[in-house]
Each structure stands twice: as structure tokens, then as C-alpha cells.
């Protein structure tokens, strides 16, 4: 068994506290902390979906970030995105691939008692794979598939009647569709 991994605790505002605790206590504990999130999307303007497992505490078997994970205690952002691509689908990464869009605080209570208070460091990045060119670990990622941008508007439209989206998530998911259609947009001129 892995050693767990220990997170830095943040202030409200995300600044450093300077403290660590373990990964298992972030969510009990309802600490401050950093995540990073990776948005693959394709040259047919496809944006890979990962399918959450389903032994995951929050939202198991909806469909999410391409990528997404917590920042360890002395790990920057990149490198915990790097980091993550690698265990979650196995892909090796750059970090001058990546295209850091913003930081999203995300500050959600569930039923089963995780309080989840995260500042989400979202990147696009293009990928030049298939699906089958990526290993899943089935611990975090059920499956994935590419959509284009329509279908995941569609869906996203959808989301409180067919459970395919986290629909807490729609604005999130709306400026990170916005960011790689300017992103493909600006390819093109």
C-alpha cells in the first residue's frame, strides 16, 4: 500500500497557511485546498470526458474533467497536473502544454460528510492520442470518450434530466467549453 499523501492546508483566499494535513482528513476537516484540473480536447475540436468510478465518494459514474486531482504538500500545480495525467490515463505530458485558464473556488458539503473546499487550477491542454492510446486507472476513471463541443453543450443542457454532468458544475463547465473553443479559434486564423 502507498504512503497517503499529504495536502497544504489554504486560507480562504487561497493563500499558503503553511500546514499540511493527510488527504484522508481535507474533507473531513473541510480545509482549503488546491486541485488541478486538466481539459484534454482533440484537432476535430473533441473535448475528452472521463467518466468518474464508481467507488468514488462524490458524484461516482457522472462524467467530469479529462483529468483532476489534489496538489501534494511541496508539489506546484503543474507538476501535480503532470502528475495526475499520468496515474489517471496514462499519458505523459509537458508542462508547456498546458494553458492554465483560471482558478476556480469550489466550496460544496455533501450528505455523506465530506466538505469539500477546493480552489480548482484549470488547464487545457490539446491531445494528440486516441482513447485507446490511454491506460485508465479503474480506481479513479470508469472510462472516457471525445465529444465535440455541440454534444457536450447538449448534454450539458440536459444534465438535471439525464444525471450525466455534475449540474453544480454547468458555469464551470460553460467557461472551460468558451476557453478551448477561443483556443481553436485562434489556431485557425
Not at 19 to 31: D, F, V, W
Not at 91 to 102: N, S, T, V
Not at 166 to 179: E, G, P, R
Request: proline share 3%.
Amino acid at each position: 500500500m502507498e504512503p497517503e499523501e499529504y495536502i497544504a492546508i489554504l486560507n480562504i483566499d487561497g493563500s499558503l497557511t503553511g500546514r499540511t494535513c493527510l488527504k484522508s482528513e481535507i474533507h473531513q476537516k473541510g480545509y482549503y485546498h488546491n486541485t488541478a484540473h486538466v481539459w484534454y480536447y482533440n484537432a476535430n475540436a473533441e473535448i475528452l470526458l472521463a467518466q468518474r468510478a464508481a467507488s468514488k465518494m462524490i458524484y461516482p459514474l457522472l462524467w467530469d474533467i479529462s483529468v483532476a486531482g489534489h496538489v501534494d504538500a511541496g508539489e506546484t500545480i503543474a507538476q501535480a497536473a503532470i502528475r495526475e495525467t499520468r496515474e489517471e490515463i496514462g499519458l505523459e505530458i509537458a508542462e508547456h502544454q498546458l494553458e492554465k485558464i483560471g482558478v476556480y473556488p469550489c466550496f460544496q458539503s455533501y450528505p455523506n460528510g465530506i466538505v469539500d473546499n477546493e480552489f480548482h487550477h484549470t488547464f487545457i491542454a490539446k491531445i494528440e492520442r486516441t482513447l485507446e492510446d490511454l491506460t485508465l486507472d479503474l480506481e479513479e476513471v470508469g472510462q472516457v470518450k471525445f465529444v465535440t463541443i455541440p454534444e457536450f453543450l447538449n448534454l450539458l443542457r440536459n444534465t438535471k434530466n439525464n444525471n450525466h454532468f455534475v449540474a453544480s458544475n454547468t458555469s464551470y463547465y460553460l467557461d472551460v467549453i468558451k476557453a478551448i473553443e477561443h483556443k481553436i479559434a485562434n489556431k485557425k486564423a
